[in-house]
């Protein structure tokens, strides 16, 4: 029997997802956590704290705004792609055989230099990382590459092989241009963020391979598939060889595989499970008949698809049928194990350790399924559990560091958990006295003093305050109270009035004269004490005269001279 062999290099398997992807909404939700429209809720692994984000291409805080890009970019043609999603066109090219264009189409407002397109180098093995080469601007470009149309067409003239899958192209729109110096390699990688919601901002080509024919053999031939004969690149370290176990290998069980490093791969002994048809002589329609598992005029036999409406089977009716190459297979739904013929026997999840229950939670197993329930003081829907808010225990009481009188000793206890929303009630303190604590000695202290006393005189007078020594008095052998009990002071610094008084009147003076009529006097000062601050000057006169002797008549008559003396008129 012969069979046709093609060299099916790396597909595309990457699901191209559609619509918005917010697989913690139910987690913000339960959190009253509200997400703008365009955003989802984040969670950031540093602080475990969740957050909205707006989707990329979106600027804003995630909650309250988001703002929409005034410009998209996408594919100019999608009848192009062989395969769409969400921003990505999927491409089907044969290595180096090809030219192919990328061209996209932009809406909105935009300037020729803020499209920018990039090659993305994905990441193969521990030690070579992913990576991104700028393409623009032209200078970036190799010589098998072209911008045209303002940039917004980029034409590869030849495919290679580092061009397809995983590796891709993008297209990219800007806000602000970036300078021309900027590194043209750089390492780059995508985050699940950016490859669950994929932003209107960027379009992706991706270019997947051909299956590549390589010739017909019979069963029990050698097979030799030499890659640069077909390929037409030199051998890379990127090139895996691999047997795919499933059911619709060409490969039998006692096909022997030689790898010949990257060059080539020999095998010997090739096996195919299901043979096509029977021929007992020429191939012909006269001489050969089709296999049960095929259908056909002998010569040419084609797959049987015994899965179709009306076609014997004998899976289970809970089983599904799965067409393959000559015959078909059956299949227990999820959650049940078996042949699908006989039986489909229900998975004990739990019992296996295969579910994906919180290590909180307990696994109860159902028919086909399972269902997971946080433990008691954990709340969650089972996969995710977080501890209930509960008090710790009270911590040890402070310490006492009086030996008499009164302090109070306090404890506390600390609300757990508190990434779980809840509250803990009852207070977080307590307080009571030290216990054992003596009455300390009380020491005297003054009252406060009293008002002062009224002045003794109207000047100046004096006056005085007291205090008692009775705020606390002294007890249980404390100290008396230091200081005065009494204050004296001066009423004002104004002195009373003096009224001025006279001194005693001196002596008169001598008569100046022995014969005859002569003038004496006599003083006296206002001293005794004399008028101060005010007071009064003496009343009256401070000097006096009189006369003396006799008239000169008389003096004849006297043998010496009078000494008699007769007031006379003042003069001050």
């Given at each position: 029997?012969?069979?046709?062999?093609?060299?099916?290099?790396?597909?595309?398997?990457?699901?191209?997802?559609?619509?918005?992807?917010?697989?913690?909404?139910?987690?913000?939700?339960?959190?009253?956590?509200?997400?703008?429209?365009?955003?989802?809720?984040?969670?950031?692994?540093?602080?475990?704290?969740?957050?909205?984000?707006?989707?990329?291409?979106?600027?804003?805080?995630?909650?309250?705004?988001?703002?929409?890009?005034?410009?998209?970019?996408?594919?100019?043609?999608?009848?192009?792609?062989?395969?769409?999603?969400?921003?990505?066109?999927?491409?089907?090219?044969?290595?180096?055989?090809?030219?192919?264009?990328?061209?996209?189409s932009i809406a909105g407002n935009h300037q020729p230099h803020t499209i920018k397109w990039y090659k993305f180098y994905s990441a193969q093995g521990a030690k070579f990382h992913s990576y991104r080469r700028r393409l623009t601007p032209a200078n970036n470009l190799s010589p098998k590459m072209a911008l045209v149309n303002s940039s917004l067409a980029l034409t590869l003239f030849s495919i290679e092989e580092d061009d397809f899958?995983?590796?891709?192209?993008?297209?990219?729109?800007?806000?602000?241009?970036?300078?021309?110096?900027?590194?043209a390699i750089e390492a780059y990688d995508f985050t699940d963020f950016q490859m669950l919601n994929p932003s209107h901002l960027r379009y992706f080509f991706v270019l997947e391979r051909m299956p590549i024919e390589v010739g017909e053999f019979l069963e029990g031939d050698t097979v030799t598939i030499q890659l640069p004969q077909y390929l037409q690149v030199s051998p890379s370290s990127f090139i895996k060889w691999t047997k795919e176990p499933s059911p619709m290998t060409l490969f039998g069980t006692n096909a022997v595989v030689l790898a010949n490093g990257t060059e080539g791969i020999e095998i010997k002994g090739v096996k195919y499970d299901y043979i096509s048809k029977m021929c007992n002589g020429t191939r012909s329609e006269k001489n050969c008949h089709c296999n049960p598992g095929f259908e056909g005029n002998g010569v040419h036999c084609i797959d049987l698809d015994e899965c179709v409406e009306g076609m014997p089977m004998k899976c289970l009716p809970e089983a599904e049928c799965i067409n393959i190459h000559g015959s078909y297979i059956c299949r227990c739904p999820h959650g049940f194990e078996g042949d699908g013929l006989y039986s489909c026997v229900d998975i004990d999840e739990c019992a296996r350790g295969t579910h994906n229950c919180n290590r909180d939670a307990s696994c109860l197993n159902t028919v086909g399924s399972y269902f997971c329930v946080c433990q008691s003081g954990f709340i969650g829907n089972g996969i995710h559990c977080k501890a209930k808010s509960t008090w710790s225990p009270w911590s040890p009481w402070s310490v006492c560091t009086v030996t008499c009188g009164f302090q109070n000793q306090m404890r506390i206890r600390l609300c757990t958990h508190p990434e779980?929303?809840?509250?803990?009630?009852?207070?977080?303190?307590?307080?009571?006295?030290?216990?054992?604590?003596?009455?300390?000695?009380?020491?005297?202290?003054?009252?406060?003093?009293?008002?002062?006393?009224?002045?003794?005189?109207?000047?100046?007078?004096?006056?005085?305050?007291?205090?008692?020594?009775?705020?606390?008095?002294?007890?249980?052998?404390?100290?008396?109270?230091?200081?005065?009990?009494?204050?004296?002071?001066?009423?004002?610094?104004?002195?009373?009035?003096?009224?001025?008084?006279?001194?005693?009147?001196?002596?008169w003076t001598p008569c100046p004269i022995s014969c005859g009529l002569g003038v004496v006097s006599r003083s006296r000062r206002c001293n005794n004490p004399a008028p101060e601050h005010g007071g009064k000057n003496c009343t009256g006169h401070g000097y006096e005269e009189g006369s003396c002797g006799f008239p000169e008549n008389f003096c004849k008559y006297l043998k010496r001279p009078s000494e008699s003396i007769i007031p006379g008129k003042l003069i001050q």
């Open positions: 029997m012969l069979g046709k062999w093609f060299i099916l290099l790396p597909l595309l398997t990457t699901q191209l997802r559609r619509g918005t992807q917010d697989p913690y909404k139910k987690e913000c939700r339960t959190r009253g956590i509200q997400c703008h429209p365009k955003a989802i809720c984040q969670l950031d692994e540093v602080t475990t704290d969740f957050y909205c984000q707006c989707l990329p291409g979106y600027e804003g805080d995630g909650t309250n705004y988001c703002q929409e890009p005034g410009v998209s970019i996408t594919a100019f043609n999608r009848s192009a792609c062989d395969g769409f999603g969400e921003q990505v066109c999927l491409i089907k090219v044969i290595t180096g055989a090809q030219t192919v264009t990328f061209r996209v899958y995983p590796n891709m192209f993008w297209a990219e729109i800007q806000a602000e241009a970036l300078p021309d110096k900027q590194a779980s929303g809840m509250r803990c009630e009852g207070p977080s303190t307590d307080l009571r006295r030290c216990p054992n604590l003596e009455p300390c000695p009380m020491n005297g202290q003054w009252s406060e003093w009293s008002p002062w006393s009224v002045c003794s005189e109207t000047c100046s007078g004096i006056k005085k305050r007291i205090r008692i020594c009775n705020s606390p008095a002294p007890s249980r052998g404390g100290l008396p109270c230091a200081g005065l009990k009494e204050e004296v002071t001066m009423c004002s610094n104004k002195k009373c009035p003096v009224d001025g008084m006279w001194s005693p009147w001196a002596s």
